[in-house]
């Protein structure tokens, strides 16, 4: 079956209403944006460099220094692919195909097909938009109750192959994931993973390449956990409640618009570490984005810069209740 380039019908994406308009920035080729009617979010965004300049990291230390422990996140959340592991190109899609191959369904998934694709969420749900978008394959079967259990039979072995993958760590964590896991861990500060992949997958990745003694540690909300996936709230407005936190106070670390959408629909601050996939895709409502988390010496943030985008929403709702008042 052709791989040519396909037009999906995708869920609509909650995006920001404010305007933005771009100021000068003191970083050189780097560009500061200011939300106007949201005097406290600002949108930090960085091209891909070598090493952070070191007037941004003065800037950061002075707006974290300023944080007190009582604006540390309640909960820090993480989306899987694309965030701890840059894992949809050469991982899930090669899964696929292997699959495909194995099930001799004559399908192959390039690299730029893919990436559409991954404007569903799940793995379920994005076999079934495309087989029923280009034709479903000559093996599958005929009735709808059938088909069903065809795909989840399909998925459970790409899952096996994905596993394989990471647990031959044939996949690395993305730059500065276990530093920030590692610090939000010893300031009390809660920790999970949320994510429209198979939870087997999720907890490999988190088991095999955090290590056990941090897995332990680590909740996993994934698959079909929530009905409805991202950019659905579902996952991480269930995450919020199981670990009995406010969304207000939890800081989500996303990849993609459908889950930067998720996160601020369920009211929670949400910073975008791009991905190989997801780079040109829209990003204005995020609070800070960045090309990666970073570990020193390229640092590009902390759970000190975490909590000081906490604090800036704490004191913008404080004085828009003021003005309210007035």
């Not at 040519?4 to 869920?11: D, G, K, M, N, Q």
């Not at 809660?190 to 990745?205: G, H, I, L, R």
């Not at 618009?257 to 998720?262: R, T, V």
């Amino acid at each position: 079956m052709a791989s040519a380039a396909i037009s999906l019908s995708l869920p609509p994406i909650p995006s920001s209403s404010s305007s933005v308009k771009p100021k000068d920035s003191p970083f050189g080729h780097r560009r500061l944006f200011i939300a106007k009617n949201s005097p406290s979010r600002s949108l930090y965004s960085f091209s891909a460099t070598k090493q952070i300049s070191t007037s941004f990291r003065i800037k950061c230390s002075s707006a974290a220094s300023s944080s007190s422990s009582s604006t540390l996140p309640s909960a820090l959340l993480f989306d899987c692919d694309g965030v701890l592991v840059d894992t949809e190109k050469d991982g899930h899609r090669v899964s696929f195909n292997d699959t495909f191959d194995e099930k001799e369904l004559g399908v192959t998934w390039d690299v730029e097909l893919y990436g559409e694709l991954l404007k569903i969420g799940g793995g379920k749900e994005r076999m079934t938009a495309y087989f029923n978008k280009t034709g479903w394959p000559d093996k599958a079967p005929k009735s709808e109750e059938e088909r069903k259990e065809f795909i989840a039979s399909l998925h459970k072995r790409k899952t096996e192959l994905f596993m394989a993958l990471i647990e031959n760590r044939l996949l690395p964590l993305r730059p500065g994931v276990a530093k920030l896991i590692d610090q939000a861990l010893e300031k009390g500060v809660k920790v999970a993973v949320c994510s429209t992949s198979n939870e087997k997958a999720v907890s490999a990745v988190v088991s095999c390449l955090l290590g056990p003694e941090r897995a332990e540690k680590i909740q996993i909300f994934a698959g079909d956990v929530v009905p409805r996936k991202k950019p659905d709230p579902a996952i991480y407005t269930l995450a919020a409640n199981t670990l009995g936190v406010e969304p207000s106070s939890c800081v989500v670390v996303e990849d993609s618009a459908i889950g930067l959408a998720a996160a601020k629909a369920a009211g929670m601050t949400c910073i975008v570490t791009k991905s190989g996939y997801t780079a040109d895709e829209d990003f204005l409502n995020a609070d800070a984005v960045f090309d990666c988390i970073g570990d020193p010496p390229e640092e590009r943030f902390d759970l000190a810069f975490c909590a000081s985008l906490l604090e800036k929403q704490l004191n913008s709702t404080q004085r828009q209740g003021h003005m309210s008042r007035l």
